[in-house]
């Protein structure tokens, strides 16, 4: 448990700062553009997530898992056909965006003037940085340098800062293309640093020689089966997610999008400070590790720590949600509040669904965690396209249109998290100990008790949340015994003595 605590005290702190900046960035972007501007700039990054997981080519975690997983002179192969791979993805969806960019306008952003047609064609550019981005950052994360990665994430998010308000000022301007710049910006700080990080790393010599060699065939159907998934799964998950937003424009307008962007980014930035520390962690550790016994021992003593740290800071957001989103947006967000509340109690499902879908992918199977995958956007985005457009009734349940669309987010995270519990018994033999269900059972009653205080408030009731918060934020001490606490313990003093 202490080795994840202090991989999470080293990235963690990283993801804290990012997530800081990041929120900060956020306040600028929606007080100069408010909630329609908040939208469009969702439906640029929405077409850049599209276009750089699928341009991957299987994705940073197949390179990790590949990577970490031989050593060698196997790892050296797997290294050219990983490099060879991304170009092809680069050189492919690079052309795919350009040709495509008025049908995406047209039918996505709803919006087919000149002006959005070329800034999504610009939009190659920040893919084509992205990617490299993120396949540089893999090999870090390959060598363990947890360190460095915390300083790229950390300097994306001052680049981002730093440029949010000359950009958004741009924007307010009518020029499109300052949202492409507010997505390249920080890539862009990301790679030049991640190409120093690499070279430093030692990782140059094989990258280099990668162009002169060709990709062994048995690689190329390593990396081929993660591309299987990630195209299968992505081509279907990324258009649910642009129907979803499409329809929320057509149906409602670009502030509504604002609103549910709001309320996405937020429940993603409180599971991301976590997730982007102890998945750095997992990925790794997870693929290298090979006894069936030692990796049950690790995960058993591992997801409870990763509930009792999910749920204090998840908990806290349904406390104080209209103090949040006055604080990091504006009082024109407050609507947002019908969405969060389900999201935010969705929190600890969508962390765990995360640790599990690091086991299968660490364990090679990629296909299966991107079945559930597939099965929560689809479900998510019919229910919601349903509920939009008026195919169903959320009042009969006493559900307003937006409060709908966050209970379903809510259920079929809850139903993804089931299937991945059947998946891992069945393709990676486990299951979890009763000790795990029993810390789980815990941290969802006391998120039960943080929902039922803020459910309908749009004013924080002092005297009742900040007690509750206290007392919830305290309740991972449970976990340690007399020797975890004094290690962890020792383990705090030896920081603050650095």
């Known amino acids: 448990m202490l080795t994840l605590l202090r991989a ?35 439906s640029f990054r929405a077409v850049q997530d599209v276009v750089t997981g699928l341009g991957s080519l299987g994705g940073t975690a197949a390179q990790v898992q590949a990577l970490s997983s031989v050593t060698g002179e196997d790892r050296r192969r797997r290294v050219i056909a990983c490099i060879w791979l991304t170009l092809t993805g680069m050189a492919v969806f690079s052309t795919g965006l350009l040709v495509a960019a008025p049908a995406i306008a047209e039918h996505f952003f709803r ?16 893919f084509s940085v992205s990617l490299g981005a993120a396949i540089a950052l ?28 000359p950009l958004a000022t741009l924007a307010g301007q009518g020029h499109p293309l300052a949202y492409v710049g507010m997505i390249a910006t920080p890539v862009a700080v990301q790679l030049a640093i991640a190409v120093i990080m690499t070279s430093r790393l030692g990782w140059m010599p094989q990258i280099a020689a990668a162009f002169r060699q060709r990709p062994a065939r048995a690689d190329i159907m390593h990396f081929l089966v993660y591309f299987a998934a990630n195209v299968g799964g992505g081509l279907i998950t990324s258009s649910c997610m642009l129907i979803l937003r499409a329809t929320i424009i057509e149906t409602s307008d670009q502030a509504t999008n604002g609103l549910f962007q709001a309320s996405w980014t937020l429940t993603q930035q409180n599971l991301t400070l976590l997730m982007a520390s102890f998945g ?21 003593e591992t997801i409870p720590v990763i509930i009792m740290l999910t749920v204090p800071m998840a908990a806290v957001g ?3 949600m209209p103090l949040v989103l006055r604080l990091l947006y504006s009082a024109a967000f407050l609507p947002a509040i019908e969405l969060l509340r389900w999201m935010l109690l969705a929190n600890l499902f969508s962390a765990l669904v995360a640790v599990f879908v690091v086991l299968l992918l660490a364990r090679g199977r990629p296909l299966a965690s991107a079945a559930t995958e597939v099965m929560w956007h689809v479900g998510f985005t019919a229910t919601c396209v349903a509920v939009l457009t008026g195919v169903v009734d959320p009042g009969r349940l006493g559900l307003g249109r937006l409060e709908a669309l966050g209970a379903a987010f809510f259920l079929f995270h809850g139903l ?32 039960l008790i943080a929902a039922w205080i803020g459910w309908s408030a749009h004013d924080v009731n002092w005297a009742i949340s900040v007690p509750a918060a206290i007392m919830i934020c305290a309740s991972p001490l449970l976990l340690l015994n007399r020797a975890r606490f004094r290690r962890l313990l020792g383990l705090v003093r ?5």
């Open 111 to 126: 919006d087919p003037s000149p002006e959005i047609v070329t800034a999504v064609r610009c939009m190659v550019v920040s």
């Open 416 to 447: 993804r998290l089931a299937c991945l519990l059947v998946f891992c018994r069945a393709k990676v033999s486990y299951v979890p100990a009763r000790r795990v269900w029993l810390v789980g059972a815990l941290g969802f009653s006391l998120l």
């Open 8 to 42: 999470i005290a080293t990235t963690g702190g990283a993801s804290g700062i990012s997530m800081l900046l990041g929120l900060l960035t956020n306040k600028i972007i929606a007080v100069m553009l408010g909630p329609s501007g908040v939208g469009l700039l969702a």
């Open 138 to 165: 893999g090999f870090v994360n390959v060598s363990g340098a947890i360190g460095w990665m915390a300083l790229a994430q950390i300097a994306a998010s001052v680049a981002s800062l730093v440029a949010a308000w």
């Open 280 to 300: 750095t962690y997992l990925l790794p550790t997870l693929s290298a590790t090979h006894d069936i016994e030692e990796r049950r021992r690790f995960l058993d």
């Open 318 to 320: 349904l406390l104080f």
């Open 494 to 498: 030896a920081y603050v003595a650095r």
